[in-house]
C-alpha cells in the first residue's frame, strides 16, 4: 500500500521551480547548499528552507561535515512518486484497452 502521505510531500516538493533545480544540480552529483545556492537569485537562508522541504520529502539526504551540508538525492523518495505514476498508468490502461475492447465488438441489431 502506498503511503498517500509521501506522495503529498514528494509532489509539494517537486511543484516548487527552484526545488526542481536543484534536484535537477543534484541529478548530476551531491553538491553543498551552497553550490545548490549559487544559481539561485534567492538568500542561502532561503535555499535552506528550501532543501529542508526536499529533505522532509525523502527526495534528499544531506550530511554536515564541519561547516559544510552535503546534499544527496535519494532515489528511494522519487520512487515514491515514480511508483503512483505507474499505478495510475495502469489503471488508465486497462480502461482503455476495456474501451477498445467495447469500441471493436461489432453493433447487433435487437
Known amino acids: 500500500m502506498l503511503d498517500l502521505g509521501a506522495v503529498d510531500r514528494v509532489f509539494h516538493a517537486l511543484a516548487d521551480p527552484s526545488r526542481r533545480a536543484m534536484v535537477e544540480r543534484?541529478?548530476?552529483?551531491?553538491?553543498?547548499?551552497?553550490?545548490?545556492?549559487a544559481p539561485l537569485a534567492m538568500s542561502l537562508a532561503a535555499v535552506v528552507q528550501h532543501v529542508q522541504v526536499l529533505e522532509q520529502s525523502g527526495v534528499i539526504r544531506t550530511e554536515k561535515v564541519g561547516r559544510v551540508r552535503s546534499?544527496?538525492?535519494d532515489p528511494a523518495g522519487l520512487?515514491?512518486?515514480?511508483r503512483w505514476i505507474v499505478e495510475r498508468r495502469a489503471r488508465w490502461e486497462?480502461?482503455?484497452d476495456r474501451l477498445g475492447d467495447l469500441?471493436?465488438?461489432?453493433?447487433t441489431d435487437e
Open 26 to 37: 543534484l541529478s548530476r552529483g551531491p553538491a553543498s547548499v551552497k553550490e545548490l545556492a
Open 71 to 73: 546534499c544527496r538525492l
Open 79 to 82: 520512487n515514491v512518486a515514480e
Open 94 to 96: 486497462r480502461r482503455l
Open 103 to 107: 469500441l471493436a465488438e461489432p453493433e
